[in-house]
């Protein structure tokens, strides 16, 4: 394997509050990572400069895929993900149509939805976020984001405010995307999605308002 990202003395900071010390990593192309520690330790933080989303107070972030526009190939799915108040279908496939990707919406819908454990997709094409409980909105959110085949699967606590029922769903879906190449990275303290994924740990240090 080669190298996705490198990170070196990568730190964050809001205003004089330090969010993430000084660290530094390398991730591999197409591996699991793993990001564990305790609450306000700078998982959150470090995956939204993974993503692209923030810039770093210091230090320096190598990626090493498509250096002009690495966001296009790198998603995020956030703890509480935000769907519009539209159809499950629009939800899934607006990041394709942002990107002007017209063709087969209805096919890549149906596999994204069956990836993360819809069995029957069209009986919820129609539907919106307030008909869905809080499993079904994570499994969604986590479906547009498979739609848009990324080379980096960022997740940020994925399976820890769900039924039981979706965090199986979620992590089998995890888990083929990590057997199909992609590299997965996510925050997690649960031990049953670490194992599924054979994710190698990282462990960060104290939270921040013990720095």
């Known amino acids: 394997m080669s190298a ?3 990170a070196r003395d990568l730190e964050q900071r809001y205003q004089q509050r330090t969010a993430l010390p000084k ?3 390398t991730i591999e192309s197409g591996e699991a990572v793993a990001l564990t520690g305790p609450n306000g330790c700078g998982k959150s933080t470090l995956l939204r ?3 692209f989303i923030e810039r770093p107070f210091s230090g320096e972030l190598l990626y090493y895929g498509d250096r002009n526009n690495p966001r296009r190939e790198v998603s995020l799915l956030l703890q509480d993900p935000y769907l519009l108040r539209a159809s499950v279908f629009y939800n899934v496939t607006l990041g394709l149509r942002l990107r002007h990707r017209r063709e087969q919406l209805e096919s890549i819908y149906e596999r994204c939805m069956r990836a ?3 069995a029957d997709p069209r009986s919820f094409a129609a539907r919106g976020p307030n008909a869905l409980s809080g499993g079904e909105r994570q499994r969604v959110a986590l479906a547009a984001r498979l739609a848009l085949n990324p080379r980096v699967l960022l997740l940020d606590e994925p399976t820890s405010n769900v039924d ?3 965090a ?3 992590a089998e879906a995890v888990t083929q995307c990590r057997r199909d190449g992609v590299t997965v990275v996510c925050s997690t303290h ?3 999605l670490i194992d599924a994924l054979q994710a190698r740990e990282i462990r960060l240090g104290r939270r921040w308002d013990e720095i």
């Open 4 to 6: 996705i990202y490198e």
């Open 23 to 25: 660290l530094s990593l």
């Open 49 to 51: 400069l993974l993503a």
């Open 116 to 118: 993360v454990g819809f």
């Open 164 to 166: 039981a029922a979706s």
């Open 168 to 170: 199986r769903a979620i």
């Open 190 to 192: 649960d031990p049953a």
